[in-house]
C-alpha cells in the first residue's frame, strides 16, 4: 500500500514569496491533516479537511495561509507571502477508521520550508 | 485546553538496556487517548503505541510498553532491550476520544540517542 506522498522535500525561499506544497493521501482516506512542525517543537495542526470540506481551521493563519483539497483527494498548502518564521517543516497526514471508532493517523514525510 | 509537555529534551541508551520517557498532560476531558510516536530522520511520523484513558490496564507493543497513571496525568513510555534503530525524536500525543483519536496534540519531543 503507498504511504501519503508529499512534494516537494525541500524548498527554500526569499521572505515575501509565495510557496505551494502538494500532499496525495492514502487511497481511500477521506480526513486529511496539514501539521507545521517548527525546529524543535511537535507537530501544530493547521487544518483538517473531511473529505473535500474543512473540519478545523482555527490555527491557520488565514491572512497568509491557504489550503485547499479538490475533489476529496490531493490537496495543496499555499504560504503567500512567507515570512522568516514559516520556516518550518510541513507534515501531510490522512486517517482511516483502524478500530473500536479509533481513526489512525498515517505521516507523509513532509516538506522542509527555509525562508531567508 | 489541553497541553503536553515532555521534561526530557534528549535521552540517551545503551543498546540491549532498557530506557524511559516521560509525558504529563493536562486535561478537563474524561476519556481520551494517549500516544507515543516516533520520527526518525526521514521525518514520517509514526505511531508507537496507544492508551485509552478508560482502561486500567496498560498498553504494550512488543518492546514498548507504557506507564499510565491517570490521576496524575502521567504516560512513560518504555523501550526494552533498545535496539540501534529505536533512535530517533519520540513525541507524546493527546486526543480527546469524541473526536475518534485525530485531534492530536503533541509534546515538544524526546531525542533518543542508542549506543552501541
Known amino acids: 500500500e503507498a504511504g501519503v506522498a508529499q512534494s516537494p522535500r525541500y524548498k527554500i525561499i526569499e521572505k515575501r514569496q509565495s510557496v505551494a506544497f502538494w500532499c496525495n493521501p492514502i487511497?481511500?482516506?477521506?480526513?486529511l491533516y496539514w501539521y507545521q512542525q517548527i525546529l524543535g517543537q511537535g507537530p501544530k495542526l493547521l487544518i483538517q479537511?473531511?473529505?473535500?470540506?474543512?473540519?478545523?481551521d482555527s490555527q491557520l493563519p488565514k491572512d497568509r495561509f491557504s489550503a485547499e483539497r479538490l475533489k476529496g483527494v490531493d490537496s495543496t498548502l499555499k504560504i503567500q507571502p512567507a515570512k522568516l518564521e514559516d520556516s518550518a517543516v510541513y507534515l501531510c497526514?490522512?486517517?482511516?477508521?483502524?478500530?473500536?471508532?479509533?481513526?489512525?493517523?498515517?505521516f507523509g514525510s513532509g516538506t522542509q520550508l527555509s525562508v531567508l | 485546553a489541553q497541553t503536553v509537555t515532555q521534561s526530557q529534551p534528549e535521552m540517551s541508551v545503551q543498546e540491549a538496556e532498557t530506557v524511559t520517557l516521560s509525558c504529563t498532560y493536562d486535561?478537563?476531558?474524561?476519556?481520551?487517548?494517549l500516544f507515543w510516536y516516533k520520527q526518525p530522520p526521514s521525518r514520517q511520523m509514526i505511531l508507537v503505541i496507544r492508551q485509552e484513558a478508560y482502561k486500567q490496564q496498560n498498553a504494550t507493543e512488543n518492546r514498548f510498553s507504557v506507564n499510565f497513571q491517570k490521576a496524575a496525568k502521567s504516560f512513560s513510555l518504555k523501550i526494552s532491550d533498545s535496539q540501534l534503530g529505536d533512535a530517533a525524536m519520540y513525541f507524546c500525543a493527546y486526543s480527546p476520544r469524541r473526536n475518534a483519536g485525530n485531534m492530536l496534540t503533541f509534546g515538544g519531543g524526546t531525542r533518543l540517542m542508542v549506543k552501541p
Open positions: 487511497s481511500g482516506h477521506a480526513t
Open positions: 497526514a490522512s486517517s482511516y477508521k483502524w478500530d473500536r471508532g479509533f481513526e489512525k493517523l498515517f
Open positions: 479537511f473531511q473529505n473535500n470540506g474543512v473540519v478545523d
Open positions: 486535561t478537563s476531558e474524561s476519556d481520551y487517548y
